[in-house]
């Protein structure tokens, strides 16, 4: 059985929304949710090193955090996400810019994230889980962040005023006062 993956790109460089194939039927539905020559020949190369799966309550803000050595690929396996990406890394065109996916696990969307891209979501459902690989193993000493709510930023989190936020996240310092768009 062959099973198509779409790529779709962006308005940051670099970032894909890719939808895998869903077979549904009475029973239900099938999806491939990585085969490593279905993605390659789509562009997307990596060598992911690490899966993780991260469960959160309505309203719950993760982010934003990346590292310059790790890409990730991201979907919801049940609930609903606001997701977020900003770019991060110096001398892209599209520097200081964020993007928004809605991220479902009835549209099975994935994300992929390059390397020096910032991540973050919110929770928009009573429960969500969400799963991604990623490229590199976790390192908390190549960690970058940025906080979630900076005004310079502009994002438009659906549920701002009710957000839940790790204390290490609320700390976060802006993104003007930690990255520049200089190499």
């Not at 977020?84 to 009835?106: C, H, M, N, Y």
């Not at 991604?132 to 310079?152: F, H, M, T």
Request: charged share 25%; hydrophobic share 40%.
């Amino acid at each position: 059985m062959s099973v198509a993956l779409v790529r779709s790109e962006a308005r940051i460089e670099g970032v894909f929304i890719l939808e895998p194939a869903v077979l549904e039927d009475e029973r239900g539905f099938f999806k491939e949710t990585y085969v490593r020559s279905k993605y390659e020949a789509i562009g997307i190369t990596d060598d992911f090193v690490q899966d993780n799966i991260s469960v959160s309550r309505r309203h719950v803000v993760r982010g934003l955090h990346g590292d310059p050595a790790m890409s990730k690929l991201v979907q919801v396996l049940h609930g609903e996400v606001f997701d977020v990406i900003v770019d991060a890394r110096a001398g892209s065109p599209t520097f200081g810019k964020w993007e928004s996916i809605q991220l479902t696990e009835t549209n099975h969307r994935q994300v992929y994230v390059p390397r020096g891209c910032l991540h973050g979501f919110q929770a928009l459902s009573d429960r969500i889980v969400l799963s991604y690989k990623q490229s590199a193993e976790y390192n908390p000493g190549r960690e970058i962040a940025a906080l979630w709510n900076d005004p310079a930023l502009g994002i438009e989190w659906p549920a701002a005023r009710d957000a839940i936020v790790s204390p290490k996240d609320q700390a976060n310092k802006p993104f003007s006062g930690v990255f520049t768009n200089e190499d």
